[in-house]
């Protein structure tokens, strides 16, 4: 069985300009995670999504970042414009369920260098 | 305020040894708490659950322990060897809402 997709593994552009990270889940995992994961620390959660839904998302900057899930499968994060402090590693994960009973089930990550 | 600590300096230890991981948390009343491990450039992998009633959990060389007194969680990997190597991440939930929060993570070094 595959694991969580994620494309592109390394992504480098330079300050105000645009990217986007794309993730697939795990088939059957409803949940969908965002985590920004900076060197030395654990993953911070930027979004988590049950279906299309987006059920927590009070920790995403919405002034430059948005998400989407349509047809509660695959997703993008996009940031818009990037800044320097936004280097960092981007993890998808997925979930069966949406409460902490469930393991989480993580992609390799994206690492973004912002020039 | 609302924290999870865990060591923040890496672990070194003898092949063969049995590492010993903590996991400390204040301000939370976790009703789970995950630990994963963490290879450079990947992402983190699960390997054990426990819930607050109980307070031990056993996986082949793994062993988890939850002291919601203490409120404290210790890892343990007996007969460590050295692909044993990582980053460990402590995660508990935030009032069972499904939203892990992680500490952020000690490296083990286990020497042949």
């Known amino acids: 069985e595959a694991g969580v997709v994620q494309s592109p593994r390394y992504k480098i552009i330079e300050k105000k300009q645009p990217v986007a990270f794309w993730c697939n889940p795990i088939?059957?995992?409803?949940?969908l995670y965002w985590y920004l994961q900076n060197l030395g620390q654990g993953p911070e959660l930027l979004i988590r999504?049950?279906?299309?839904?987006?059920?927590?998302d009070s920790q995403l900057p919405k002034d430059r970042f948005s998400a989407e899930r349509l047809k509660g499968v695959d997703s993008t994060l996009k940031i818009q414009p990037a800044e320097l402090g936004d280097s960092a590693v981007y993890l998808c994960?997925?979930?069966?369920?949406?409460?902490?009973?469930?393991?989480?089930?993580f992609g390799p990550g994206t690492r973004l260098t912002v020039t | 305020s609302q924290k999870i600590e865990q060591n923040s300096e890496a672990l070194n230890i003898q092949e063969g040894k049995t590492a010993t991981l903590t996991c400390n948390y204040t301000?939370?009343?976790?009703?789970?708490l995950q630990w994963y491990r963490q290879d450079p450039g990947r992402g983190p992998v699960f390997l054990l659950l426990?819930?607050?009633?109980?307070k031990e959990k056993r996986k082949e060389r793994l062993k988890v322990t939850f002291d919601t007194t203490l409120k404290q969680s210790l890892f343990h990997i007996t007969a460590s060897q050295p692909a044993d190597s990582a980053t460990y991440l402590c995660?508990?939930?935030?009032?069972?809402?499904?939203?892990?929060?992680f500490g952020q993570g000690t490296t083990l070094q286990v020497k042949p």
């Open positions: 426990i819930r607050e009633n109980e």
């Open positions: 999504y049950e279906n299309e839904e987006a059920v927590d």
């Open positions: 994960a997925s979930s069966l369920g949406g409460t902490g009973e469930y393991e989480q089930y």
């Open positions: 995660a508990l939930d935030s009032g069972n809402t499904g939203k892990l929060i």
């Open positions: 088939s059957g995992h409803n949940t």
């Open positions: 301000n939370y009343s976790p009703a789970y």
